[in-house]
């Protein structure tokens, strides 16, 4: 079992997956479509491209959180993998938001800034599974 030895940048033990640098930074993901992009749309988009946007961003953190719970590393980086395409498939409705008019450019830019940012954290993390156990 791995998790026990996971360092972040500031030398803090993993004891959870909310110890997890890219479990949190999906979740600041997850609470900006929540709570900037959600009350932002029309109120006729919050039931349909609201609902797929708070769908993939939910699907961000509990991913992360399942692989985690999972114990082999070949599981983890699998559900990982699956919290990337997520946070992919966030962008992508953040895009469609924005050629529909429901989401500003700046709104977009932001989100496109934590998507980036929660992608590359997933990377360094899967890059991780995959090198504690070659």
Known sequence: MYHGRVKTAECTQIKTF????CWKECRTLRLFIAKQIIPALPKDERYRLGDQLLRAARS???NIAEGYGR???LDNAKFCSNARGSCWEVL?????????EFVSAELLAQGRVLVDHAVRLLNGYMNYLKRAHT
């Open 18 to 21: 909310e110890d997890l640098e």
């Open 60 to 62: 961000t953190t509990s």
């Open 71 to 73: 114990f082999h590393y």
């Open 92 to 100: 992508d409705h953040l895009i469609t938001g924005n050629d529909e």
